[in-house]
């Protein structure tokens, strides 16, 4: 044993839970009463500008759905926890319920 690793200060703890955050954003999709997560983000900027740009979609696309008859999904941003989120999930794109595959 070396002298010197006795003498020495213990090394500061670090905590886990700071390095690995547990709290998301999702960009929530709304149809009627069905959810789903569109997409999840680190941040709440990110998680905003996704919610836009989904929107942005949707409007352009809003006459097509109307004469198709596709209800308008409507999206908000909200805080998950990593444990909350889905084992088989996957990100939605923004005209992915056209497929009719949307829950």
């Known amino acids: 044993m070396s002298g010197a690793a ?7 703890v670090l905590s886990l839970s ?3 955050e547990d709290r998301l ?3 929530v999709a709304a149809i ?7 997409e999840i983000h ?3 900027a990110a998680a905003d500008a996704d919610r836009s740009w989904r929107e942005q979609q949707v409007r352009a696309y809003a006459s097509f759905l109307r004469g ?3 209800p308008l999904p409507n999206y908000s941003v909200s805080a998950i926890r990593r444990a909350d989120l889905p084992r088989s999930w996957r990100p939605l794109p923004a005209l ?3 497929r009719g595959q949307f829950i």
Request: hydrophobic share 40%; proline share 10%; net charge positive.
């Open 6 to 12: 006795e003498g020495a200060p213990p090394a500061p």
């Open 18 to 20: 700071r390095a690995r």
């Open 25 to 27: 954003w999702a960009v």
């Open 32 to 38: 009627g009463r069905k959810t789903r997560i569109a």
């Open 42 to 44: 680190a941040s709440r």
């Open 68 to 70: 198709s008859g596709m």
């Open 96 to 98: 992915g319920f056209l």
